[in-house]
């Protein structure tokens, strides 16, 4: 009994061992294919828009997106009082037959991430995907429109935004919406304080995509911010002449997350290799147990062949 106790608790301890160390890992494969389940339902929205029987419904959204847009900027954003908090939906998805409040999603092909896009940052929205806070507008692009998109910098081993900082002065960023696809091509980054809603606002005569998220990495009291104008071709070849209004921000100090982040993949890694050890570890010991019983019983083999033979 003692024993059977023992190898029982052994074999627990294992299993609750391997599951903390891997849980990040599989926390992450598990959030890979719920995106893309959820973006492939999307999709199939996307597809349905195209006939008659969605067309009404998700015109008069688009329309009621714009006209939004157009409110916001001629308001100048008056409500607009935090940088991160906003967490309300102005919009009455489920008419337009969207219950889940997806409205798009997001691409980035130098982070590596595809996220569902929904409406307000509130906490479910957050932890199924990236956000489009409220009072900015929304994605359906245009002359003076800024898109702020929120993301966690990293959410129960989902990496989400966490790598914001590799992305450089011309790397792509797409916004798929029921409609279109927009293309945005980064421009600059900075760092601001989490009550600097100045510098998520929109700007006169811009078509602009803002991706923020928490900093530095862990820490999370200040806020990355990275700034994407529409692509040249999108724009259809418009350009606004003399300064340009976003190279001139400057935002504050800046500290580097790259070595916080660093060492959690080392440690990631390391866990994943312990994980793995352990989990062949079992098999091994059989292994070798059963080629010491094949061994044994091979050398006793011919001593009772000839012990027979004598008898």
């Given at each position: ?33 719920e ?16 006939k ?10 688009f ?7 157009a ?11 935090d ?58 692009g ?27 002065p ?10 279109d ?20 606002k ?5 078509d ?75 098999a ?6 059963r ?21």
């Amino acid at each position: 009994m003692k024993r059977g106790a023992l190898i029982i608790l052994a074999g627990t301890l294992f299993l609750t061992g391997v599951g903390i160390l891997s849980y990040p890992d599989v926390r992450k494969l598990i959030s890979d294919h719920e995106n893309k389940d959820t973006i492939a339902r999307f999709q199939e929205e996307r597809q349905q828009a195209e006939k008659a029987s969605a067309a009404e419904s998700y015109t008069e959204l688009f329309r009621c997106m714009q006209d939004y847009n157009a409110r916001i900027y001629a308001d100048e954003q008056k409500e607009l009082k935090d940088a991160w908090s906003y967490e309300q939906n102005p919009f009455d998805l489920d008419t337009a037959g969207l219950p889940e409040h997806m409205v798009g999603y997001l691409t980035i092909e130098a982070m590596d991430q595809k996220l569902p896009l929904y409406i307000g940052a509130s906490d479910e929205n957050m932890s199924r995907g990236a956000a489009v806070l409220s009072q900015t507008s929304m994605p359906v692009g245009g002359e003076n429109t800024n898109c702020v998109i929120a993301a966690h910098r990293g959410y129960s081993g989902i990496p989400m935004f966490r790598d914001i900082e590799e992305l450089e002065p011309g790397d792509r960023v797409e916004v798929a919406n029921l409609w279109d696809t927009l293309e945005y091509e980064v421009v600059k980054s900075i760092v601001i304080s989490p009550d600097d809603i100045d510098a998520v606002k929109i700007v006169p005569g811009e078509d602009l995509l803002t991706l923020i998220t928490c900093h530095p990495y862990t820490q999370n009291y200040q806020r990355y911010v990275v700034y994407c104008r529409r692509t040249p071709d999108e724009r259809q070849g418009e350009e606004s002449g003399g300064e340009d209004p976003l190279l001139g921000r400057t935002g504050i100090a800046y500290v580097s997350s790259g070595g916080e982040i660093r060492k959690e993949r080392l440690l990631d890694g390391a866990a994943l290799s312990v994980c793995l050890a352990l989990c062949a570890a079992p098999a091994a010991v059989w292994l070798v147990q059963r080629r010491k019983g094949r061994r044994k019983n091979g050398s006793q083999g011919p001593q009772r062949e000839s012990k027979t033979r004598s008898q």
